[in-house]
């Protein structure tokens, strides 16, 4: 666990809450999500590259076996949450759009749907759904299912090329990054939209967090003014762009690089032990139990505020809207104890007579998110396809 990630996290979801919230007080806080992208490129990249240093290879089954745990199980949850939800207080007419976000979302294509809905005149607007922010889940998991397979055609580069390994992933790195930027700028400039849900448009987001996994730790206190300088710069450039981004047209394109690089600054910077480094602040247990909480926090909010209204049958005032966010907080809290803990603890964790029984468990819990994902895939496809 590192402080500064968790914290992270939290500045993340913090964004994306005050933007869904309160658009008026965060006018640009989807800028979380780009914290989001950077944060998992450095995390993964750099799981990847320990992977292929202890076994000397990255074992891909074990890898997607990791990711599976810690993300399918809550939000195969909540996707199921959403489809009952959708056909017990939505009107049948609404059904479509809905359902069949839900189907696209339990792919993990959502960000295309998205991108395909913006290019038809009659959809272009892109009325919400409750299940609409999947479409940043998506590009991640599209990220996971390419990235491994770049970084074993690197290392295999570098073998057949007797070069070594770090300089041939950094050029690779660097490359894929570049390319990525440049044509997500290029896609910006021509359809905005398109280029907010593609994940070739915001690959160069990850790839920044992949090229500093390849940087050598900054350790003990060298450079401790320098890093404390740059965290608290870094911090400064992402609620600069969460407040001053208020130009939907011009984004991601060269503007994200603010929160991209001002995420990046924080990682490098890391918790050094001067006067004014952000280390104190990041390590609050407020701060960590907000960052530890933040994938169930944004897989639930956004569903309990469109459901409100249809529940309540009028829309959410200012005090339900405070309501609602203490509501938020407290399902993804228990979501993060109850469904992301057991699925994502690795075996071990428990006492050792209890082994065998916990591989079992984990075995049928993994079996049975499986059958939900099934049971949503079903429910969405059929129930929303059929209406229309």
């Known amino acids: 666990m590192r402080p500064e990630i968790q914290a992270l996290r939290a500045v993340a979801i913090g964004c994306v809450l005050l933007y869904h919230f309160w658009p008026a007080a965060l006018p640009a806080g989807f800028v979380g999500v780009d914290v989001f992208f950077v944060v998992s490129g450095f995390l993964i990249t750099g799981l990847l590259l320990r992977d292929a240093e202890r076994h000397d290879r990255v074992r891909l089954t074990a890898f997607y076996m990791r990711r599976i745990r810690r993300i399918l199980p809550a939000a195969m949850v909540v996707l199921t949450a959403c489809a009952v939800a959708t056909l017990v207080f939505v009107p049948r007419a609404e059904w479509p759009p809905f359902l069949q976000q839900t189907l696209s979302s339990a792919l993990y294509v959502e960000n295309w749907h998205l991108a395909r809905d913006s290019l038809i005149p009659a959809s272009a607007d892109l009325e919400s759904t409750p299940v609409q922010h999947f479409w940043s889940l998506s590009v991640e998991e599209q990220f996971y299912l390419v990235w491994p397979i ?40 021509q359809d905005h939209n398109l280029a907010y849900f593609s994940t070739l448009a915001r690959g160069w987001e990850f790839g920044v967090g992949g090229l500093l996994a390849l940087l050598p730790a900054i350790e003990g206190d060298r450079l401790r003014r320098t890093r404390a300088v740059a965290g608290w710069a870094g911090l400064a450039a992402i609620a600069f762009a969460a407040l001053a981004f208020t130009d939907g047209d011009r984004f991601p394109g060269t503007i994200a690089l603010l929160p ?28 960590q139990w907000f960052g530890g909480i933040s994938y ?93």
Do not use: C, N
């Open 150 to 189: 770049l970084i074993i055609g690197a290392l295999w580069l570098a073998a057949r090329t007797g070069r070594r390994r770090s300089q041939v992933l950094a050029a690779v790195l660097v490359v894929t990054t570049v390319a990525s930027f440049v044509h997500g700028t290029l896609l910006t400039l």
């Open 296 to 388: 169930s926090l944004y897989l639930w909010h956004w569903p309990i505020i469109m459901f409100t209204p249809y529940i309540t049958g009028r829309p959410s005032q200012a005090p339900v809207m405070v309501l609602l966010l203490v509501l938020s907080i407290a399902v993804a809290d228990a979501s993060k104890r109850w469904i992301e803990d057991p699925f994502r603890r690795p075996a071990g964790t428990t006492a050792p007579e209890a082994g065998a029984r916990s591989g079992r468990m984990r075995r049928i819990a993994v079996a049975s998110a499986a059958a939900v994902s099934v049971l949503v895939l079903l429910t969405s496809g059929v129930a929303g396809y059929a209406v229309e």
């Open 260 to 287: 991209v690089l001002g995420t990046a600054a924080i990682i490098v910077s890391g918790m050094p032990r001067a006067a004014l480094s952000l280390a104190p602040v990041a390590a609050l247990p407020l701060v």
